[in-house]
């Protein structure tokens, strides 16, 4: 959700009267200048979503003429300068890295002083994380922590030509609409994106930067917090939606679970993943995982084939951007087929199994030449 605090006044509202509000940035916080990008990592990997905000913060960096900052926390033992290096040939030109035991594996409290005393120190003008678990999790309490607006679940961050103010858009009103938040009073201006929202920039593996080292100053018994093991989720490894490159999504369209079967089938096939509709989430013919669009997941897979699904508004934003989007209905106006590359219209349970069969000889064919 966006958090409508004082400052996250709607763009329309906020220029022709500000309706008595001071929506004027006080002079103190004119100093804050540069783009930060919270880079969130777990047990040694960077998450994708930081280098997709990475590409994002030297779009918007350059657009205002200032720097793009990576800001790094984590364990004593853990490779920060090597993420910091690799942030480089993503966009950052600097890097705020803060070792400290209190900082292996994620846990609010620290994270929070941490992020929020190298906002005061250093004044971004800006600061994106990725709208992950961790990531909606620390947003929030900087963001109270630091008293500034903070726009949830952003489809496209870009500069206000008016205000140079960062005009953060998301989905509103069940997704029927978007709307444009700023943040015009208060710095810095916080926004949280989700996975494969915005692409993955190119990497230029010449380009280095500037890594700042910084102390936390807190010991762990001012934590309430306490890590005692970590037990990976089974189901999170094995489904892995937004990252895939082949996606076979079904639709309430299938009738049925067991028609659902002809979904996994084409997806093996492909060596792709399973993706859902809402609808057939909620009636318990797959996984929660597995659910795309707006109260699921956002994929940008190579190839999208969607089964029995009319196109929805809240199922289209999760997969738009796909490279291309294969719709499968019975009904020629389903408004899937306004944004598919291709539609075949015909019954599902016919049509997946002859893809099936299809692509099964085409790859038995190629084994075959290749043997
Ligand atoms: C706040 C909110 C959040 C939401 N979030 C999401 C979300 O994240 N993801 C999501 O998917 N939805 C979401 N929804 C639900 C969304 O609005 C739609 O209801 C949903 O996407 C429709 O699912 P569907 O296409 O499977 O079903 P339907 O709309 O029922 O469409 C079924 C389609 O199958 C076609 N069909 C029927 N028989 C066949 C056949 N034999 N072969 C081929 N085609 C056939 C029909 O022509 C129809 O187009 C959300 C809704 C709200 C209000």
Redesign the pocket.
Request: hydrophobic letters at 25%.
């Given at each position: 959700m966006s958090t409508p605090t004082p400052s996250a006044a709607p763009a329309t509202a906020a220029r022709p009267a500000g309706r008595g509000r001071n929506l004027e940035l006080p002079e103190h916080l004119k100093a804050y200048k540069g783009v930060w990008v919270f880079i969130e990592h777990d047990r040694g990997h960077v998450h994708s979503v930081s280098w997709e905000l990475l590409g994002e913060a030297r779009k918007l960096a350059d657009t205002l003429g200032s720097s793009v900052g990576a800001v790094i926390l984590g364990g004593d033992d853990e490779p920060l300068e090597k993420f910091a290096a690799e942030a480089f040939t993503m966009g950052a030109d600097k890097a705020y890295v803060m070792h400290d035991p209190v900082l292996k594996g994620y846990r609010n409290e620290p994270f929070t002083k941490g992020l929020t005393d190298l906002v005061n120190k250093h004044q971004p003008e800006i600061l994106l994380l990725g709208a992950t678990s961790m990531g909606r999790d620390l947003a929030g309490s900087v963001a109270t922590t630091l008293l500034t607006g903070l726009t949830a679940d952003c489809t496209e961050l870009k500069i206000d030509p008016v205000s140079r103010a960062l005009a953060a858009t998301r989905p509103t009103f069940?997704?029927s609409l978007l709307c444009t938040i700023m943040t015009l009073a208060y710095r810095p201006q916080m926004a949280t994106v989700r996975p494969r929202v915005m692409a993955m920039p190119p990497v230029d593996a010449t380009r280095s930067g500037e890594i700042t080292q910084e102390t936390l100053g807190m010991v762990e018994t001012q934590i309430v917090t306490k890590l005692l093991d970590f037990i990976a989720d089974a189901n999170s490894q094995q489904i892995n939606l937004p990252y895939a490159d082949v996606i076979v999504s079904g639709?309430?369209?299938l009738?049925n679970p067991d028609n659902f079967k002809l979904v996994f089938e084409l997806a093996r096939v492909l060596g792709g993943e399973v993706g859902a509709?809402?609808?057939?989430v909620q009636a318990g013919w797959v996984e929660a995982e597995r659910?795309?669009?707006?109260?699921?997941k956002t994929v940008r897979p190579k190839l999208y084939i969607a089964?029995?699904?009319?196109g929805?508004i809240?199922?289209r934003v999760?997969m738009e951007a796909s490279d291309v989007i294969v719709a499968?209905?019975?009904?020629p106006n389903?408004p899937i087929f306004e944004f598919a590359h291709y539609g075949i219209v015909g019954?599902?349970?016919q049509v997946l199994p002859a893809l099936t069969q299809a692509f099964a000889g085409h790859f038995a064919n190629h084994r075959r030449q290749a043997a």
């Open positions: 069940g997704g639709g309430k369209g009738k509709t809402r609808p057939c659910q795309v669009g707006q109260t699921g089964a029995g699904i009319s929805a809240q199922h999760g499968i209905n019975t009904d389903a019954n599902a349970m």
